[in-house]
């Protein structure tokens, strides 16, 4: 960082170093006299912003005008309305490159240039030119006169099969608007701002669900918190400019799209029957998160996999249950011994789990590809998925017999219009990762 910032600062010492020197002389004065007398290099930080180019006019020309044409579409005329003066505005640059562009300003048969010159962004800018959109348009099943749009952005974070690839990023973004039009199910034209409060209102993008989920090279997946975000949508052309873990995002879609509907009541489970899972050969992975959900609990993920892939992200066959969960305690040193009944719905709104300690989080998809999250009972075969069922509603209690081994025992039920109940009773080491 401290290297970078000296290149940048050098950069703007010698642009303000081109400043000192001596302007060049204006072109011959036409019949108008058109003079520039502000500087000819306009220097702007990587932010943006807007400046004042000035100017003198000797002589009116009838029916002439200020005239201004900008190389670039970047940097733009915000004002010239008043005499003498043009207000020029510029957007931020999110590149890692400094950018130049050119103003010619012209007033009957005379001209002048105007060099604009804008420093790069900091290295904690990520640009991403999204080629991939993924989502569910929940029309108005959760409120009347409202639309609900699950969108995901990414680029390339899909595999041909529906999978996640490794080292990818997810944009994930729960937005409340106007109900899409009848020709199609995209998010409408508009401004959609991040809202903490969750309060589903119109133009907003809800927190909770709203995340930015990365995938390091192992497959194992982390979500991310936004800071703030907003979503610019015109037509199939969406830009998202989020801060995450105080770096700036910037993410661009410009393809068309169609979104599925979907209710949200509709059933996840594939089950067809009641489930005792077989634990013989069986191990438990335990990891802490802090308090992820921030609901004011410590949360974990405890997993039972297949012994031999314990230290893999990667569950190739077999039964992959996994339980999310928030403790009662702020800190992962109060461990996660207890009982844990269903955290359930917000408003019965199946896309929302309740975060809460002393709960653990009931499953819910989060793609129209069948992505899922929370506590969730998955059978493998062959890396792909070929059964699932969200635990939406029952227990999981955990108990330490204080010579190293832990028993996990669950009592759940899935979310089929007929609920199957998951049993599950495990005891052994932990593998804490």
């Known amino acids: 960082m401290r290297k970078f910032y000296f290149v940048i600062v050098m950069s703007l010492l010698a642009f303000m170093a081109a400043c000192d020197k001596p302007v060049n002389p204006a072109p011959a004065p036409g019949e108008a006299g058109l003079t520039l007398t502000s500087n000819p290099i306009l220097l702007f930080k990587a932010e943006g912003g807007t400046a004042t180019i000035s100017y003198t006019i000797e002589s009116v020309v009838e029916g002439a005008k200020i005239e201004v044409v900008s190389s670039e579409d970047w940097v733009r005329v915000a004002s010239a309305d008043t005499e003498g003066e043009i207000a020029v505005e510029v957007d931020e640059n999110v590149s890692q490159?400094?950018?130049?562009?050119?103003?010619?300003?012209?007033?009957?048969?005379?001209?002048?240039?105007?060099?604009?010159?804008?420093?790069?962004?900091?290295?904690?800018?990520?640009?991403?030119?999204?080629?991939?959109?993924?989502?569910v348009?929940?029309?108005?099943?959760?409120?009347?006169?409202?639309?609900?749009?699950?969108?995901?952005?990414?680029?390339?974070?899909?595999?041909?099969?529906?999978?996640?690839?490794?080292?990818?990023?997810?944009?994930?973004?729960?937005?409340?608007?106007?109900?899409?039009?009848?020709d199609n199910n995209?998010?409408?034209?508009?401004?959609?701002?991040?809202?903490?409060?969750?309060?589903?209102?119109?133009?907003?993008?809800?927190?909770?669900?709203?995340t930015m989920m990365s995938v390091d090279a192992y497959g194992q997946a982390t979500e991310h918190y936004y800071d703030s975000a907003v979503l610019t949508v015109q037509g199939h052309k969406l830009t998202l400019e989020a801060v995450i873990?105080?770096?700036?995002?910037?993410?661009?879609?410009?393809?068309?799209?169609?979104?599925?509907?979907?209710?949200?009541?509709?059933?996840?489970?594939?089950?067809?029957?009641?489930?005792?899972?077989?634990?013989?050969?069986?191990?438990?992975?335990?990891?802490?998160?802090?308090?992820?959900?921030?609901?004011?609990?410590?949360?974990w993920v405890v997993e039972l996999v297949p012994e031999e892939m314990v230290n893999t992200a990667v569950i190739s066959d077999g039964v992959n249950?996994?339980?999310?969960?928030?403790?009662?305690?702020?800190?992962a040193s109060g461990g996660f011994v207890g009982c844990y009944n269903a955290g359930g719905y917000v408003?019965?709104?199946?896309?929302?789990?309740?975060?809460?300690?002393?709960?653990?989080?009931?499953?819910?998809?989060?793609?129209?590809?069948?992505?899922?999250?929370?506590?969730?009972?998955l059978v493998y075969a062959e890396e792909r998925i070929i059964d699932r069922a969200p635990l939406v509603e029952g227990t999981v209690e955990i108990t330490d017999a204080g010579n190293g081994i832990y028993t996990l025992r669950v009592e759940a039920w899935d979310d089929a219009t007929t609920p199957h109940k998951i049993t599950v009773n495990w005891s052994g080491e932990p593998y804490f990762r």
């Open 97 to 135: 490159s400094e950018r130049k562009a050119t103003l010619t300003v012209s007033y009957s048969d005379d001209s002048f240039s105007v060099a604009v010159m804008q420093a790069a962004a900091a290295d904690n800018t990520v640009v991403v030119e999204a080629n991939m959109l993924s989502g």
């Open 321 to 331: 249950l996994i339980i999310d969960f928030n403790t009662t305690h702020q800190d």
């Open 137 to 182: 348009y929940y029309a108005e099943f959760l409120e009347e006169g409202l639309g609900n749009y699950w969108v995901i952005l990414t680029r390339d974070g899909y595999t041909a099969d529906g999978g996640l690839n490794t080292e990818s990023t997810f944009y994930r973004l729960d937005v409340f608007g106007a109900l899409a039009a009848d």
């Open 347 to 377: 408003n019965g709104d199946k896309t929302d789990p309740l975060f809460a300690p002393g709960t653990f989080v009931s499953g819910v998809r989060i793609s129209a590809e069948g992505h899922l999250s929370g506590s969730l009972y």
């Open 245 to 299: 873990d105080g770096a700036k995002h910037y993410v661009t879609f410009n393809q068309e799209y169609q979104l599925p509907v979907r209710r949200p009541t509709d059933a996840i489970s594939s089950l067809k029957e009641d489930v005792v899972m077989d634990v013989e050969g069986y191990a438990m992975r335990c990891e802490s998160f802090g308090d992820y959900w921030k609901c004011g609990g410590c949360n």
């Open 186 to 210: 995209n998010i409408p034209d508009g401004t959609y701002t991040y809202d903490e409060s969750m309060s589903g209102a119109p133009l907003t993008i809800r927190a909770g669900n709203s």
